[in-house]
């Protein structure tokens, strides 16, 4: 994790390994990345634990794909699907560089608004532009109590995901949030709010597969 070097003029300096959130904000990116205060959201609202089988789409440039390695460790499994090659190699790279050889990862060429090809699965996570195309594909694919998470940048976009997952009968406990965090200032006597915050990203949307209509 750390380590000291001494550099030629003899200073001695404490090297430390980036943290995910450092890295996948300074990582090469082909896509647009999502951001730590929603990585971290996405992963309690999505209820990833250790030993769960997820699919994410898109890829992208793998930020998401790196934490949900993370989170469901050794005995999990992660299928993306991406469908541009080039961002696919890109967060290949990407992963390899933050988290080494991830044997439990399979990244396929895939467009999923034609279908799920692995399951069942416990949890979905959806980052792309038209995630109501995947209501019927998610519930075929997750197993009762499944969890559904999707983001997406637009009030349109987030209502269209809404009313379909109602629409389908197949999911309930239908959430939809976004996450603001205001970073603070705390040095001597200016202890205050920052200045700048990340405002707006996307709303997330989480909910529970049911054994409804088949
Ligand atoms: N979550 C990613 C960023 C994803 S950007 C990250 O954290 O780095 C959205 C990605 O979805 C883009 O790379 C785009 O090519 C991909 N995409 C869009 N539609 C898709 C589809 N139908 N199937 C698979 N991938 C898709």
Known sequence: EGETVETSRGERVLVLRPTLAEFVLEMPRGAQVIYPKDLAVLLLWGDVYPGATVVEAGTGSGALTMTLLRAVGPAGRVFSYELREEFARQAQRNIARFLGEAG????????????????????????????????????????????????????????????????SGRFAMIETIEALIRPWNIDGRSVRPAHRMVAHTGFITAARRIAGRA
């Open 104 to 167: 439990n990862l399979t990244l396929r060429a895939h467009d999923i608004y034609v279908g799920i090809p692995d399951g069942p699965v416990d949890r979905l996570f959806l980052d792309l532009p038209e995630p109501w195309l995947v209501v019927d594909h998610a519930a075929d694919a997750l197993r009762p109590g499944g969890v559904w998470v999707s983001y997406v940048p637009t009030v349109p976009q987030a209502q269209q995901t809404v009313e379909t997952l109602q629409r």
